[in-house]
């Protein structure tokens, strides 16, 4: 399963990027190539929440979301594509390493690059928005 990590460091503190990290109405701010995030319905078989994807806005995609406020981490996983993203904060010289995880299945394996390239703007933005909000 093709697989990368990336980091980022940023000058606010974990709490700070918390707020912005585990709130999926906050996604769209700041995750690349997400328009609009919805509360899911698990009764009906979706996801905790569904993602709409830019310029697709009649393609919803359920997700399954976690997230541990103690482990200052937020993992989510497509129901549509198997993507899984883990999301993970650590204190560091009084600010914030920023870390993701992110599986794709080896059927998905194409779109490796462009995966890469949104979360490096994702990473960005999130730095951007924790700075601004001190």
Same mark, same amino acid.
Request: with cysteine; net charge negative.
């Given at each position: /399963?093709? @697989?990368?990590?990336?980091?980022? &460091?940023?000058? +606010?503190?974990?709490? &700070?990027?918390?707020?912005?990290?585990?709130?999926?109405?906050?996604?769209?701010?700041?995750?690349? %190539?997400? &328009? +609009?995030?919805?509360?899911?319905?698990?009764?009906? %078989?979706?996801?905790? =929440?569904?993602?709409?994807?830019?310029?697709?806005?009649?393609?919803? /995609?359920? *997700? *399954?979301?976690?997230?541990?406020?103690?482990?200052? /981490?937020?993992? !989510?996983?497509?129901?549509?594509?198997?993507?899984?993203?883990?999301?993970?904060?650590?204190?560091?010289?009084? %600010?914030?390493?920023?870390?993701?995880?992110?599986? !794709?299945?080896? &059927?998905?394996?194409?779109?490796?690059?462009?995966?890469?390239? +949104? =979360?490096?703007?994702?990473?960005?933005?999130? *730095?951007?928005? @924790?700075?601004? @909000?001190?």
């Amino acid at each position: /399963m093709p @697989a990368f990590a990336a980091t980022a &460091e940023v000058a +606010a503190p974990p709490e &700070e990027v918390w707020k912005l990290l585990y709130d999926p109405s906050r996604f769209p701010d700041w995750w690349a %190539g997400i &328009e +609009a995030v919805e509360p899911g319905d698990r009764k009906g %078989g979706d996801g905790d =929440i569904t993602f709409y994807p830019d310029g697709y806005p009649d393609f919803p /995609m359920p *997700q *399954q979301l976690a997230t541990s406020s103690d482990e200052r /981490m937020v993992r !989510i996983s497509c129901l549509v594509s198997d993507l899984r993203f883990e999301w993970r904060l650590a204190e560091r010289d009084g %600010g914030t390493l920023i870390t993701v995880d992110v599986e !794709i299945p080896e &059927e998905e394996s194409h779109r490796l690059a462009a995966k890469r390239e +949104a =979360i490096a703007a994702s990473l960005a933005n999130l *730095q951007r928005l @924790a700075v601004s @909000a001190r």
